[in-house]
T-cell receptor, first 112, second 114 residues
Framework: KAGVTQTPRYLIKTRGQQVTLSCSPISGHRSVSWYQQTPGQGLQFLFEYFSETQRNKGNFPGRFSGRQFSNSRSEMNVSTLELGDSALYLC???????????FGPGTRLTVL | AQSVTQLGSHVSVSEGALVLLRCNYSSSVPPYLFWYVQYPNQGLQLLLKYTTGATLVKGINGFEAEFKKSETSFHLTKPSAHMSDAAEYFCAVSVETGGFKTIFGAGTRLFVKA
C-alpha cells in the first residue's frame, strides 16, 4: 500500500498570500489529522477530519481551515500568511479515529 | 485536558549503552499512548503504542515502553543503542472527548556516540 502523500513538499510564499496544502491518506483510511511543527512550538494539532466532517480543532486562528473530500483526501488552507506560519505541516491518516496514525513526509512552508 | 512532558530535550548515549527516554502524561480519561521517531526532513514513524491490555509494549527496532498508570509514565527504552537510533523521539497521548485529538510532547533528540 502506498503511504500518506503530501503535496507540495516545499513551498515559498510571501506575507499576505494564501496557500493550500494537499494530503492523500493511505487507501481505506477515513481519518485525517493535520499538525504544524516548528522549532519553537513543536508539534501542534490543527484539526481532525473523519468522513468529511471536522471532528476536532486545535487552538489556531480562523485563517487556518481545512476540508476532507469523499475519497478521504484532505486539504488545508492558510489565508493571509504571516511570517510565523513558516513550518513543517504534517498530515496523518488512520483507519479509524482511534487507530494508529501514519504520517506523511510533510510540506515545508516558508513565508517571506 | 491532556498533556505530555518529555524530560530532557537532548539525550546522549554511547553506542551499545542503554537508551532511556522519559515521558509523563496527564489525562482525565484513559489515554492511548504512542512513541514516534522522526529522522531529519521526514515525517513521523510509529515505534510503538499502548491502548489497553499488557502494560509492557514492544515496538520496532528493539524499542519497548512500559505504561505505569500509578506514575502516569510511558518511558521508552532500548537495551543497546545503535548509531542509526540517532533521531528525535516524540511521546504522544490521544484521547477521545467528543473529538479525537493527539497531543505530542516537545520531543527528545537522541545522540549516539561511537
Amino acid at each position: 500500500k502506498a503511504g500518506v502523500t503530501q503535496t507540495p513538499r516545499y513551498l515559498i510564499k510571501t506575507r499576505g498570500q494564501q496557500v493550500t496544502l494537499s494530503c492523500s491518506p493511505i487507501s481505506g483510511h477515513r481519518s485525517v489529522s493535520w499538525y504544524q511543527q516548528t522549532p519553537g512550538q513543536g508539534l501542534q494539532f490543527l484539526f481532525e477530519y473523519f468522513s468529511e466532517t471536522q471532528r476536532n480543532k486545535g487552538n489556531f486562528p480562523g485563517r487556518f481551515s481545512g476540508r476532507q473530500f469523499s475519497n478521504s483526501r484532505s486539504e488545508m488552507n492558510v489565508s493571509t500568511l504571516e511570517l510565523g506560519d513558516s513550518a513543517l505541516y504534517l498530515c496523518a491518516s488512520s483507519l479509524d479515529r482511534s487507530d494508529t496514525q501514519y504520517f506523511g513526509p510533510g510540506t515545508r512552508l516558508t513565508v517571506l | 485536558a491532556q498533556s505530555v512532558t518529555q524530560l530532557g530535550s537532548h539525550v546522549s548515549v554511547s553506542e551499545g549503552a542503554l537508551v532511556l527516554l522519559r515521558c509523563n502524561y496527564s489525562s482525565s480519561v484513559p489515554p492511548y499512548l504512542f512513541w514516534y521517531v522522526q529522522y531529519p526532513n521526514q515525517g513521523l514513524q510509529l515505534l510503538l503504542k499502548y491502548t489497553t491490555g499488557a502494560t509492557l509494549v514492544k515496538g520496532i527496532n528493539g524499542f519497548e515502553a512500559e505504561f505505569k498508570k500509578s506514575e502516569t509514565s510511558f518511558h521508552l527504552t532500548k537495551p543497546s543503542a545503535h548509531m542509526s537510533d540517532a533521531a528525535e523521539y516524540f511521546c504522544a497521548v490521544s484521547v477521545e472527548t467528543g473529538g479525537f485529538k493527539t497531543i505530542f510532547g516537545a520531543g527528545t533528540r537522541l545522540f549516539v556516540k561511537a
